[in-house]
Every structure is written in C-alpha cells, then in structure tokens.
DNA sequence: GTCTATACTTCGATAGAC
DNA sequence: GTCTATCGAAGTATAGAC
C-alpha cells in the first residue's frame, strides 16, 4: 500500500514504532507520536483514547506480521534457518520495526507485549524443529537468531557475525 | 562488603538499577530511586546533581565489575567458554543486574551506556577467540551468549537452553 | 475526523533549613 | 549529609469548537 494511502491509525502506529526504535520509550510520548505522524494530541486520542490503546493497536498489527513470516520462513528458496538468520539482522523491514518496538515495550513490565514476542519466537521454533528434526540444534540456532537481532538492536553488531555464523552451522550440517 | 556498610552512593546506584531491571527507564525516576534506596529526592541530589551524573556513577561502577569479570573468565576452572555460557544466563548477581540495566539505558540512545557494553564484549571475545583459536566459532559463541542475555532479561528464556547448547557445542569441540 | 484549549499529574532540579 | 518546600517543564487525558 503506497503511503499517501495509509490510514491515519496506520500512520500513528507507525510513528510511535518510529521513536520506540529510534530513542526508547521516554521519547515516545503522545506529544511526539503525534508530531511524528502529522496529527495534534488531539486527533491522535480520537483513534487510539489512551497510550495503553496505542500500544494495543500495535501489538495487533505485528501478530499479523509475525503470522506472514512465518508463513514466509516455512516456504523460503534457501531453507528455513537461512531465512531465519538473515532475517534477525535488522533489515529496516516494517516488521522488524514493529518486532523492535515491541521489544521495547517488554522491557518496561507490559505482559501483553512479552506474551506477543513469546508466541512469535514459539512459531519460529516449530518451523526450526521441524526442519531440523534435532531440538538442541533448533534452539540452539533460536539463540544465536536471537543474539544477532540483541546485538542490531543495541548498537553492537559486528559486520562479519552472519559470515561466522554461517560457517560454524555448515560444520553442523545445518546449512 | 555487609549491606549494612554500603554508603549511600552505592544504595542509590543499586536503587537505579534495580528500577531499571524490574520495570524499565519510564519507571526508574528519580522520586522512585530516593524512595527504593530510602532517602529523599534532596539527598539522592546531594550525591548525584543530576540524573545524567547518576547513569555516569552506575558506568563506571559497571566497568569495574567488568575488568573484574574478564579476569574471572579468563581463570576460570572449567574453562571460559563455560564460565561465559553459565553467566551469560541471569544469575542475580550485582553484576548481572549492572550489566542488564546498562542495556536498559542503552536502547534510550545513551551513546555512554552503549560504549561501555562495546567495551565489555570485546573484553569476552578477545578471552573466547585466545582460548579456541578460532574467529567464527568465537563469535557464534559469543552470540549464543547474547540470545540468552537477552531472552533472561526479555522473560523469554527456556528451562533447558544451557543443556541444548551444550550438547552443540560438544558436537563442535568447543566444551 | 481533526483541531485548540485546558486540567491534572509527574518529572527533574533548585533553595534553604537543620 | 539529609530533609522539606517549591518551581517550571513535560506527560497523559478531557472538553468542546469546527
């Protein structure tokens, strides 16, 4: 969908995964999220009557993402733990930001959000075990999926991990 | 050192970081610190003038823990690479509890806090690659590391991570 | 559906008594 | 070294015009 059309609700979640990435959760205020999305306090509390609803309306929206990647990952050219490695490093991709996002929220107590990040990483593992048919090598890739996206998303990613990640897994027969 | 000898700067910088570990920066303020660490606004105010001077006292407190942690890696009986692996998992020290609420300020864009934990994986890795001899397999480590830091700290972690690892890594050599 | 204006609360920080 | 009192700015949320 081209931007111009994109709803204002669409917009304002968009904005308010924006700064969650970007700055954290102490920037992303109301006031911001609106400014962001080119629409006053106001309008912003017509869709969404609460901060709480806005964090709601967004974690909607990224189980929907997450249903579409791993339908994604499931069918990938190159094999699911392929797809599902070069897709923990950040890609700027819409779902990434919204995957971040939600990270962030977690981290500040919100059940809903960890629930969410919880059932996701439970998809993912299903495909991997499947794959795989080996729980320890299935989990044990989970954490280094898990590691790259830690990494990307605290500023500390190194530009060769996927490279040395890959030929440790080829050891293992897993790629 | 007893609890009851800690000076006061440290009760606040446990303070800190306790909020920070149990309910994220929105909720680490500075009424909150004073009030957990049981002094006034004033007189956490007197110690540290102002919220940023508090993040800087908790870095450099978390450097120190750090140096001291590389230290035990690097002599560590059954190895680092399982001194790396068993710590990486959240065991409530104070240096856990350190480490996780400097990643929480982190992702706030807190260029200090990401320097800091730059500083202390580099720190671990140069330990993991001297002892394997062997770049990729250092870093996969290292990331398998970070997923479960980072799964502990996001309430994602599974009872028999360690175990699968493990029984991975012995495939590989590197345990 | 979006805006402005405003009420109420909480945050970070200062001033000054003890 | 610690406390109380207070200020200005910023936060969430409501009311009502357009």
Known sequence: MPAAERSTRDRLIDAFETLLVSAGTRSATLDAV???????????????????????????????????????MRTAKKGPVDFYLTTSVNTGSAF????????????????????????????WFTVLREHLGDESLARTIQLIGDGLYFDDTTGLSEKNALKHVRDVLTRLGAL
Chains 1, 2 share one sequence.
């Open 34 to 72: 609106a400014a962001e999305a080119n629409v006053s306090k106001g309008g912003l509390l017509y869709h969404f009557h609460s901060k709480d609803e806005l964090v709601e309306g967004m974690l909607v929206r990224l189980r929907e993402q997450g249903r579409a990647d791993v339908d994604k």
């Open 96 to 123: 990434d930001r919204a995957l971040i996002a939600a990270g962030r929220i977690a981290q500040e107590n919100d059940s809903r959000a960890s629930a969410a990040l919880a059932d996701l990483r439970e998809g």
